[in-house]
Antibody
Framework: QVQLVQSGSELKKPGASVKVSCKAS????????MNWVRQAPGQGLEWMGW????????TYAQGFTGRFVFSLDTSVSTAYLQISSLKAEDTAVYYC?????????????WGQGTLVTVSS | DIQMTQSPSSLSASVGDRVTITCRAS??????LAWYQQKPGKVPKLLIY???TLQSGVPSRFSGSGSGTDFTLTISSLQPEDVATYYC?????????FGPGTKVDIK
């Protein structure tokens, strides 16, 4: 079965960087793009963008350019989200999500989420 | 970019009630609309895609309709386990924007 297992919670100081991993199993990793979704405490879902797991080409939503980088290691079926120059407002749960078995652009399978807390 | 809105932002209904949530796109998106359910403290779950196609395993009391700019999610008979926040999302093209969500609880 499809599984997306994300790395554990992180506590970082402002200005630091963090790298969240999302390890996929149960399917051919390069057959589906990987989405990244942010959810700040008590807030809604924000689509951050996605990465084409075949070509490595990322697409970033407005507001997630510059400090946010999507990357892959296809040899271990893992997608990464790196955030640099962390700010308090980056405190959120970050989800990776794979396309569904129907429309591939729809997030049919989700990781468990990674809480990133930015605090001095 | 296309903006997504939802109404109401929250609602409270009795068990067994019919519940309707509306999602509106600022421009036409054909039927490229998905609905997700997020229970408190849980991961979002896909309910419906292509505006009206039920994801496998989703109870039949959930249904979706609409096309173009106006969409609805209906729960035909609200159950206690349906307490959640519901989000719509457009997926015709990037950015795949989510609506702000509708919180549903039991009266």
């Amino acid at each position: 079965q499809v599984q997306l297992v994300q790395s554990g919670s992180e506590l970082k100081k402002p200005g630091a960087s963090v790298k969240v991993s999302c390890k996929a199993s149960g399917y051919t990793f390069t057959s589906y793009a990987m989405n990244w979704v942010r959810q700040a405490p008590g807030q809604g879902l924000e689509w951050m963008g996605w990465i084409n797991t075949n070509t490595g080409n990322p697409t970033y939503a407005q507001g997630f350019t510059g400090r946010f980088v999507f990357s892959l290691d296809t040899s271990v079926s893992t997608a990464y989200l790196q955030i640099s120059s962390l700010k308090a407002e980056d405190t959120a749960v970050y989800y990776c999500a794979r396309g569904s078995d129907g429309p591939i652009a729809v997030a049919g399978h989700w990781g468990q989420g990674t809480l990133v807390t930015v605090s001095s | 970019d296309i903006q997504m809105t939802q109404s109401p932002s929250s609602l409270s209904a009795s068990v067994g009630d019919r519940v309707t949530i509306t999602c509106r796109a600022s421009q036409g998106i054909s039927n490229y609309l998905a609905w997700y359910q997020q229970k408190p403290g849980k991961v979002p779950k896909l309910l419906i895609y292509a505006a009206s196609t039920l994801q496998s395993g989703v109870p039949s009391r959930f249904s979706g309709s609409g096309s173009g700019t106006d969409f609805t999610l209906t729960i035909s008979s609200l159950q206690p386990e349906d307490v959640a926040t519901y989000y719509c999302q457009k997926y015709n093209s990037a950015p795949l924007t989510f609506g702000p969500g509708t919180k549903v609880d039991i009266k």
